[in-house]
């Protein structure tokens, strides 16, 4: 079974940074696209980064050009470094681990992950 644990997520200002982790249980990251998503109160989850095997990366045009997904195989690990962080960013944030190598179509549908870590959450203030 492949765990999923985040962390990095806290309180800041609005144009302030917070770096996120993902650390899986084992090694299940090297070969697959991963992903962060975000779900803010009382609207649905929402997909806000991925990469995929060979490094390639996408992102939801609302976080273009502030947030940067990567990831480190030898550590297991998916990181979301974000910059510039606005309230409108203000969500509980999940790490997602895809079923495959690459991802086309839409690439951030959750049908694509079928494992998920409990979610950091991330607080904008202005």
């Known amino acids: 079974q492949v765990q999923l644990v985040e962390s990095g997520g806290g309180s800041v200002q609005a144009g302030g940074s917070l770096r996120l982790s993902c650390v899986a249980s084992?090694?299940?990251?090297?070969?697959?696209?991963m992903a962060w998503f975000r779900q803010a109160p009382g609207k649905e989850r929402e997909g806000v980064a991925i990469?995929?095997?060979?490094?390639?990366?996408r992102y939801t045009d609302s976080v273009k050009g502030r947030f940067t997904i990567s990831r480190d195989n030898a550590k297991n690990s998916l990181y979301l470094q974000m910059n510039s962080l606005k309230p409108e960013d203000t969500a509980m944030y999940y790490c997602a681990r895809g079923d495959g190598s690459y991802i086309s179509g839409n690439v951030f549908a959750e049908i694509g992950y079928p494992y998920w870590g409990q979610g950091t959450q991330v607080t904008v203030s202005s």
């Open positions: 084992r090694d299940s990251t090297s070969k697959y696209y």
């Open positions: 990469i995929d095997k060979d490094g390639k990366t």
